[in-house]
């Protein structure tokens, strides 16, 4: 299966304005009037102070002209796809290239998850120098993540007329990992023994045979064909091919995360154990269905390995809201509901634990998310989990998906 393309980062743009300040404005009009008054009827000094609060507007605004028009700033990012757990390098760097000193600039940056709000960039940016303001934003978890300028205002030194500048910044789409590991481990190996094949009741379809094989201790003995007997002088079964719609169903709990865990992380965890899941099934040639409360179902199959793709980019927006257990959701019909069904749960759903023992070996399996769980909860899980793999059953308690990389 082809590596999972990576989702490109978009721009979004804001035009720049015009911005006045009202209360600067009717400031700066009480102190011309005043000192108008002074120096119509005091003269002397009065009347130069008077002249100064004249001209001041209009060299305000001259020198805010001065500053847009030199005011030059580029931005950098250390990658355009940054991963989970990963990191982004952001450098904004800023040039005065015109003849004054630069103040009253003012930016508003998105950093990921962080707005720092509107603060100065710099108190003085002389002529023909650069500043840079370098931050590193963390992505932990799966979304959406804003870098870059949302805001540029340069203002006059009266305070009274802000000019915005056309900014832009990028928002970069984080997905949960795609983890590739062995799919022997989900039972997934096309290279099953009769048993397994025929305790799963995983697709075999009895229109296309392949082959008799002797009978095994422990196989269903009603399949014996008995007429073979006398001439073969053994006890045979009839091997089929798996049909088409032979498979893996992956039902996804999307409840709420209870507890004080935090929600994304263990909600991650769950998807990237699901993804894995996916991966190794198309990697071993058996179609998949994705499927949860909250979402539309999926189905992944090795000749179209984009749906996969498909839904781990949609996975950003998949919200865990759901008030039922996975154990009562009902698929849509895919072709798959007649196969072995896998559930990935990050709660402890006595429903579900008492679904897998009941169940024979190769037809359910249970994948438990611990990760948002204490440590003793967790580990009462994990010993359950070794009971159920002693009995031949798939059962995992994990408290990452990178165990899945472990499991020998």
């Not at 108008?36 to 008077?50: E, P, T």
């Not at 707005?115 to 108190?123: A, C, F, N, S």
């Not at 959406?144 to 006059?156: K, N, Q």
Request: hydrophobic fraction near 40%; glycine fraction near 8%.
């Amino acid at each position: 299966m082809a590596d999972h393309p990576v989702p490109r980062p978009v721009s979004e743009y804001k035009r720049g304005g015009l911005e006045l300040n009202t209360g600067a404005v009717f400031r700066l009009l009480i102190l011309m009037l005043v000192s108008s008054l002074l120096g119509r009827y005091f003269g002397g000094m009065w009347n130069v102070l008077r002249v100064a609060m004249i001209a001041y507007p209009v060299f305000s605004l001259l020198y805010l002209a001065l500053v847009t028009a030199g005011l030059r700033y580029v931005q950098d990012v250390s990658t355009d796809h940054p991963v989970k757990g990963g990191s982004v390098q952001y450098t904004l760097s800023m040039s005065n290239e015109s003849i004054v000193p630069m103040t009253g600039i003012q930016a508003r940056l998105y950093l990921g998850r962080e707005d720092e709000g509107v603060r100065p960039l710099t108190p003085v940016l002389l002529p023909r120098r650069t500043v840079r303001t370098e931050r590193t934003i963390v992505c932990p978890f799966r979304g959406t993540y804003p870098v870059g300028l949302s805001r540029l205002a340069v203002t006059d030194p009266s305070g009274c007329l802000t000019i915005l500048l056309s900014v832009a910044h990028r928002v970069f789409y984080v997905t949960p990992r795609v983890l590739t590991v062995r799919p022997d481990i989900f039972m997934l190996s096309r290279e099953r023994s009769g048993s397994e094949q025929v305790q799963s009741g995983a697709g075999e379809d009895v229109t296309l045979f392949r082959e008799l094989t002797e009978y095994r201790p422990g196989e269903d003995a009603k399949r014996i064909l008995w007429r073979y007997m006398a001439s073969r002088n053994a006890l045979l079964l009839p091997r089929y091919d798996r049909g088409v719609d032979s498979g893996l169903r992956v039902i996804l709990d999307t409840r709420v995360t209870a507890g004080d865990a935090q929600p994304l992380g263990v909600e991650d965890c769950s998807l990237e154990i699901v993804i894995a899941i996916a991966r190794a099934g198309l990697s071993a040639g058996i179609p998949i269905s994705l499927a949860g409360f909250g979402f539309q179902p999926v189905i992944c199959t090795p000749d179209k390995p984009e749906q996969l793709h498909a839904f781990v980019e949609d996975s950003i927006g998949l919200f865990f809201r759901s008030k039922a257990s996975p154990v009562h959701y009902e698929s849509r019909p895919d072709g798959l509901s007649a196969s072995p069904v896998v559930y990935v749960t990050h709660h402890r759903d006595d429903a579900l634990l008492e679904r897998i023992m009941d169940a024979p070996p190769g037809s359910c399996g249970l994948i438990l998310n611990v990760s948002g769980m204490e440590r003793s909860a967790g580990n009462s899980l994990k010993r359950f989990a070794e009971g159920m793999r002693y009995d031949r059953k798939l059962c995992f308690a994990l408290r990452s998906a990178d165990e899945l990389l472990e499991v020998s």
